[in-house]
């Protein structure tokens, strides 16, 4: 969707490595999600920031939405293979017709090699 | 925890046959979202549902329709399928009155072939 720009489309790490992935959206956000998905398979939730300005982390992964609440990064600290995956950030809009329909970015596939 | 449920979770139709996908939502969520997910794609909105009506209504084809029943699971019925209809089909839910909360879960997602 161009309301919602997601980058890098693909990123290859060695693992221990640091990674950044960043999500860009041209309308202000009410929420912003972070999915996982392993190819053909669901969206694991990762986290959702809903306040400008939030950091949230989970294990090694820490997200965080800008003061503006339009753009959002998910930083993973010293990668696994087990990061490995498509990762999906997924935009609640303010106004629209109903409420927490999402639209997702492209994704950005994340191989992390041993 | 209770996730959502969908079912089958894999279905081989023929074209222009019919296909019907069912979800179940997260107990005491009240809103259910359809989205379509194609080959290397992200997923797109199809339609959503709170309490039992439709609230809103994104690229959804004509040939498709949806409900959602009074026990709050949904069905997306498929009709005259195309091969272009191949895709994951994924059902979310979430409650309305927790909107901002971290409440917006998928199901595992319905694997629709189309040959």
């Known amino acids: 969707s161009q309301e919602l720009e997601q980058s890098p489309q693909s990123l290859i790490v060695q693992e221990g490595k640091n990674l950044t992935i960043n999500c860009t959206s041209s309308k202000t956000l009410y929420g912003l999600y972070w999915y996982k998905q392993k190819y053909g398979e669901g969206l694991i939730f990762l986290m959702m920031l809903q306040k400008g300005g939030e950091e949230k982390s989970h294990e090694k992964i820490t997200a965080k939405l800008d003061e503006k609440k339009q753009q959002s990064s998910l930083h993973i600290t010293a990668s696994q293979p087990s990061h490995a995956g498509i990762y999906l950030c997924?935009?609640?809009?303010?106004?629209?017709?109903?409420?927490?329909?999402?639209?997702f970015g492209q994704g950005t596939i994340l191989t992390v090699h041993p | 925890a209770a996730g959502v449920i969908q079912s089958p979770r894999h279905l081989i139709k023929e074209k222009r046959e019919t296909a019907t996908l069912k979800c179940y939502p997260i107990?005491?969520?009240?809103?259910v979202y359809w989205y379509q997910q194609g080959p290397g794609q992200d997923p797109q909105f199809l339609i959503s549902f709170y309490e039992k009506m439709q609230s809103d209504k994104g690229s959804i084809p004509d040939r498709f329709s949806a409900q959602q029943f009074s026990d709050y699971h949904s069905e997306l019925n498929m009709s005259s399928l195309e091969l272009g209809d191949s895709a994951l089909y994924f059902c979310a839910s979430s409650s309305l009155l927790e909107r901002g909360k971290e409440t917006q879960y998928f199901g595992p997602g319905t694997r629709l072939l189309v040959l």
């Open positions: 107990p005491r969520h009240d809103t």
């Open positions: 997924g935009a609640d809009f303010y106004g629209g017709t109903s409420y927490g329909k999402l639209t």
